[in-house]
């Protein structure tokens, strides 16, 4: 088992989604980030700590050698990583970044439509655009303040 199945493992074992794991470039780093859809106000510092206190005891059992554990939320900025991240989010706004540039740009803001057979589509100003899942560098929700 990878270090990224098992961390997802135990996760979700607790309730909770793995949105994201960073590593820092030789590994010393683990930022995990997490996320629970069905609870209002989404994760805060208690479900951070219960986290976190389980990952340091299954990393100590599975013998996993790293420096420092970082668990949080994913923010109000929350990266779409999973394709079923863009059913979720769909009629919110977000920001993608294309890894191939289409019609010369790469970077794209609108309204989150949904995926369907590989492609996301965006409501833009400048009208409707179908992006190739697969071209997906980065994506991002933007936040909204009232």
Known sequence: MDLRELLDTTVTGLGYELVLLELSPKGRLLRVFIDKPEKEGGVNVDDCV?????????????????????????????????????????????????????????????????????????????GDVELDYDHIEKARLVPKFD
């Open 50 to 126: 219960t986290v976190s206190n389980q990952l340091t005891r299954v990393l100590m059992v599975e013998n996993i050698d790293y420096d420092r554990l970082e668990v949080s939320s994913p923010g109000l900025d929350r990266p779409l990583v999973k394709e079923a991240d863009y059913a979720r989010f769909a009629g919110q706004e977000v920001q993608i970044r294309l890894r191939v540039a289409k019609e010369n740009r790469r970077n794209f803001n609108g309204i989150l439509l949904g995926l369907q057979g590989g492609k996301v589509s965006l409501r833009t100003e400048t």
